[in-house]
């Protein structure tokens, strides 16, 4: 017997602005400074200071609520929700609540090539807690107010995902989103995003579990794990007619289960009373005219140009546009020879990548490292057939590691590619003749000798030799020394 699976997230992204939503505290990642160091009277909520509502962070909700195609509320409230916790020093957040700043919005995933939509159910701003470090090692644990008072933007989602697999694809596409917009680092290790999400099960037989909700599933790949361990674990339970309490769980990173945190909070257990310190917030059309005007072209119309535009296929182009900052990089380059842009793509696509890859670092040293001009040249002298692929690819690595000029390179590290046709001429004789058993297994039909006389003429030429070339040169070769 099978079941459905019914998901709903809750998704808070930290906003990038300089200073936190109601104090001009800077706005940092957890771990960047000292703790309790980044703090004011307004932030630590003690009696007699009063908040004051950033700007910048209502422009960048406003401009999310845009790119998920969400109705903008008019007026919007803060209220108090009541909860005691040492991580809130005031005893309440300041969260927007039944009055959000916009709903009924969507977003389509792409889940194994299929599109599927998503529908939001609300936009709202609020405050960061602060955040509790456990040293487990010596039995303590710390408070760090720091991240009390940034701006955080809440996406609540219907229960339309239907698969941990589609979960982890809406995470990943809100993050995009968020970073196309530059209104979130996104940074899931830091914490910019931590995502709540609410499951339940449905039998074939109609019977439904009840929900149950999964707190911070902060890595895509513990979200994964946690979602399937929680649907199989409510499916068992259901099937040997077992009790499910609704209740909120954890899951343990190092036994990769969930386990109970708490029985689920009530709306009423909050005592949510408005703001009086914050007046509601109003959207005019100023404001709306200036998100509008801060959205830059979208990654799906990103992919959808990069494909008309420069005929890239629709894989390569998502691949380039899954940051902001590699789609620009490969623009930037293409733009500096645009009769080879495919080189380009595929130069960014594999050698760039497969550098980052190998040495382990991040697309932005990368990118500072082989700026995207130098880039452009190197594609242009591998498109003229100057350079082989896997000499591109040692030149790229140099300029990363010691940088320089992309012709003083290739001639100091003798990587250009041979066209001196006696050269090679040279290097297929001596090949062939030194191989002549293999010649005539060829002639007998053994085609795939080839690529054995192609690999020793590369090795005799150090690899500077056009595989496309040689490749003529040896049947013309074989069939001389046939004709003798
Ligand atoms: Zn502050
Ligand atoms: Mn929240």
């Known amino acids: 017997m099978g079941y459905r699976t019914v998901i709903g997230l809750e998704i808070h992204m930290q906003l990038a602005t300089q200073s936190k939503i109601f104090c001009g505290c800077p706005v940092i990642d957890s771990g960047d400074y000292p703790l309790n160091t980044v703090i004011c009277p307004v932030c630590l909520g003690l009696p007699g200071s009063l908040p004051s509502l950033n700007e910048k962070a209502v422009l960048f909700g406003v401009m999310l609520a845009l790119a998920t195609d969400c109705h903008i509320n008019e007026t919007s409230i803060f209220y108090r929700k009541h909860y005691f916790y040492p991580d809130l020093p005031k005893g309440y957040q300041i969260t927007q609540y039944k009055k959000g700043l916009a709903n009924n919005g969507k977003l389509f995933i792409d889940s194994h090539s299929s599109s599927k939509m998503i529908r939001i159910r609300q936009i709202h701003l609020e405050e960061d807690a602060g955040k509790i470090i456990h040293e487990s090692d010596v039995d303590r644990s710390l408070i760090d107010y720091n991240r009390c008072g940034v701006p955080l933007v809440e996406l609540v989602t219907e229960p339309d995902i239907e698969s941990s697999q589609q979960a982890v694809d809406f995470v990943r596409k809100l993050r995009q989103i968020g970073l196309y917009l530059k209104i979130c680092r996104g940074n899931m290790e830091k914490g910019n995003i931590r995502v709540d999400a609410n499951i339940s099960i449905i039998l074939d037989s109609g019977q439904k579990s009840p929900r149950i909700e999964l707190k911070n599933l902060n890595s895509p790949r513990y979200m994964k794990k946690a979602l399937d361990y929680e649907a199989e674990r409510l499916s068992r339970a259901l099937f040997n007619v077992e009790e499910i309490i609704s209740e909120t769980r954890l899951f343990d990173q190092n036994e990769n289960i969930t386990k109970p945190m708490r029985s689920k909070e009530k709306d009423d257990d909050y005592r949510y009373l408005p703001e009086p310190n914050i007046p509601p917030i109003e959207i005019d059309s100023t404001l709306l005219d200036k998100a509008r005007g801060a959205i830059p072209e979208m990654p799906d119309s990103k992919i959808e140009r990069f494909t008309v535009e420069y005929g890239i296929s629709e894989a390569d182009a998502a691949i380039l546009c899954n940051t902001p900052s590699v789609a620009e990089y490969f623009e930037n380059a293409a733009s500096a020879t645009p009769r080879a842009v495919i080189t380009t793509a595929n130069l960014v696509l594999r050698e760039i990548f497969s550098i980052a890859n190998r040495e382990g670092v991040d697309f932005d040293e990368i990118s500072e ?62 090949v062939l003749y030194s191989n002549r058993t293999l010649v005539e297994r060829y002639n007998c039909g053994e085609e795939k000798l080839k690529g054995f006389f192609i690999g020793e003429v590369m090795k005799k030429t150090a690899g500077r030799a056009n595989p496309k070339a040689i490749i003529r040169l040896i049947e013309n070769q074989i069939n001389k020394m046939e004709n003798r």
Do not use: C, W, Y
């Open 369 to 430: 490292a082989i700026p995207a001009k130098k880039l452009g040249q190197l594609s242009r002298v591998l498109h003229e057939g100057k350079i082989t692929r896997n000499k591109a690819e040692i030149v790229l690595l140099e300029i990363f590691k010691n940088g320089g000029e992309i012709e003083e390179i290739i001639d100091r590290m003798e990587v250009r590619t041979i066209t001196d046709l006696n050269v090679l001429q040279k290097a297929i004789e001596e």
